[in-house]
């Protein structure tokens, strides 16, 4: 009988380890239940890149469905920061009358977004296997969806997920609109 008993308690633990692994790996027991499904007033402290802004309370929203170019190190320290010679001295950057896509994207989301209070949504998944909070950016009161223009504008690839696509329709319009037009990304 007491072989019997040790059995059923190893079946009886699996349920129970599984729950205790579960809410472990949740960030917050409230995370797990509670999960919000928008950010009405978040202000955006500063632009990470053209598809990643930072939140007052340092919280990093990626945004859903976009996929932009990414600035080179050379490039984010001529957006930011001078780039400096091995003295310590200012090295003037070359100019040029064109500017790569990637600059153009930033500065496109950098002023668009940086230090203005916008609404956000979540989708079915709110973080990424990065743990980046994933979500959809509308500014103003004419709610401009952030995610939709920066494709139209052909700032962006379209990056779907069969998990997130409240808006996968919108935004596929957009790119292909963007496609259609050679803008940004799609130029000859």
């Keep these: 009988m007491s072989n019997f008993l040790q059995k059923f308690k ?72 001078k780039e400096r010679d091995q003295y310590g001295f200012v090295i003037k950057p070359e100019n040029s009358p064109v500017k790569p896509l990637e600059e153009l994207a930033f500065n496109y989301t950098k002023e668009l977004l940086e230090g203005k209070t916008v609404r956000i949504e979540f989708d079915n998944l709110k973080k990424d296997e990065n743990s980046e909070t994933l979500g959809y950016v509308f500014i103003g009161e004419e709610n401009l969806f952030v995610n939709e223009e920066l494709l139209r504008q052909g700032f962006a690839y379209l990056q779907t997920d069969p998990v997130n696509s409240k808006y996968t329709d919108q935004l596929k319009a957009a790119y292909k609109e963007a496609r259609d037009e050679f803008r940004g990304v799609h130029g000859e």
């Design 10 to 81: 190893g079946i009886l633990l699996i349920p129970i380890l599984l729950n205790v692994i579960t809410i472990a790996c949740a960030q917050s027991v409230s995370e797990l239940f509670f999960q919000d499904v928008q950010y009405d007033q978040a202000y955006v402290e500063t632009v990470r890149s053209a598809d990643r802004i930072r939140l007052r309370g340092g919280e990093i929203i990626k945004l859903i469905g976009v996929k932009t170019p990414k600035l080179s190190t050379k490039q984010k320290q001529q957006t930011g920061d």
